[in-house]
């Protein structure tokens, strides 16, 4: 049997992911005709039926689920192949780091200017994206390394621990649980998350990514009980700060985050049984770059640095009294 192709496995993915040929065949930019042909060769190729069709509907068989997943992640890997060996042919190469804004716990600036002084540093190439893109990144081959938080799909990737914080609930100053000094979870019944998820679940970090058949997705702004445009369009800081004021959602922040996003109309308050949020280190498990491994050391023992200076100044006014 011959070997698949490329060309193959990406029809596959697109009509897999759309469930409707001619949309699969817009996003591919051909005509329906031959990404039918091409599909139906396909399966006739591996000698199992991959797609049911009727008239109203496309819909994966069992061997089509299991196909996805490794097309894609067959494909990730050709496409990461690719920009990795760009970006290491490149006359000046760097070390490309994938965070979110202000999700660093206020670490970065003193593990960029520590990583400056190891021997195998690189200039520094910050790729800041949204919530759930971090992971993304780096199987695909647009980053290096990622500083992001817990928790996230780590399959692959080797992971380290940096720093956990508490998180704060930030909501609108009017809100009548403003009120309280704190919470709990279960105080949050009826409200959401940025992400459209309800508050009082479980308390997970705002994150983490939907899934679409199976795979990752980026958020997008959920419907509010706002006026306006109410397409899907994707959350920032800012456009989340402005729903909070208007008592339309609430979140969870870290501390750190939390300590630089001071707002009238946001009030922060304790929740008791939320878990805290951790921020970790990502990067592919098959990375032998000696300035990924400089960076992780240097990241490492900063982190370590900052919490002892923080145990110090909490010991401090202990020792005052005694």
């Not at 992911?17 to 060769?41: D, K, T, V, Y």
Request: aromatic fraction near 4%.
């Amino acid at each position: 049997m011959s070997e698949l192709e490329v060309r193959q496995l990406r029809y596959f993915v697109a009509v897999a992911e759309e469930l409707h040929f001619g949309r699969a065949a817009e996003r591919l930019g051909m005509a329906q005709p031959p990404l039918s042909r091409a599909i139906r060769e396909l399966e006739r190729h591996l000698g199992v039926q991959l797609l049911e069709r009727t008239t109203r509907q496309v819909a994966l068989t069992p061997a089509g689920e299991v196909f996805l997943h490794d097309a894609r992640t067959a494909l990730d890997a050709v496409t990461a192949a690719g920009r990795r060996a760009r970006h290491a042919g490149q006359p000046t190469p760097s070390l490309r780091v994938a965070l979110k804004a202000d999700f660093d716990a206020g670490l970065l600036p003193r593990i960029l200017a520590a990583f400056q002084g190891e021997d195998a540093a690189l200039p520094v190439e910050l790729l800041l994206g949204g919530r759930g893109e971090q992971v993304p990144a780096l199987r695909d081959g647009r980053a290096d390394v990622a500083l992001l938080p817990a928790p996230f799909d780590d399959r692959d990737l080797d992971v380290e621990p940096l720093v956990t914080e508490p998180r704060l609930l930030a909501l609108a100053a009017d809100d009548p649980l403003a009120a309280r000094s704190t919470l709990c979870l279960a105080d949050l019944t009826g409200r959401s998350l940025p992400d459209g998820t309800p508050a009082d679940h479980d308390g997970r970090p705002p994150t983490t990514a939907h899934t679409q058949n199976g795979r990752e997705q980026p958020p997008s702004m959920p419907r509010r009980r706002v006026t306006g445009d109410q397409r899907p369009t994707p959350l920032d800081l800012s456009k989340i700060f402005n729903l909070i004021e208007l008592g339309s959602i609430i979140m969870f922040l870290p501390v750190s985050v939390a300590s630089r996003h001071r707002r009238l109309g946001i009030t922060y308050r304790t929740v008791r049984d939320l878990p805290p949020s951790t921020l970790s280190l990502a990067w592919p498990q098959d990375s032998r770059s000696p300035a990924v491994a400089a960076f992780i050391r240097t990241a490492i023992s900063v982190a370590k640095a900052a919490q002892s200076a923080a145990q110090a100044d909490a010991e401090m006014p202990q020792q005052a009294m005694m």
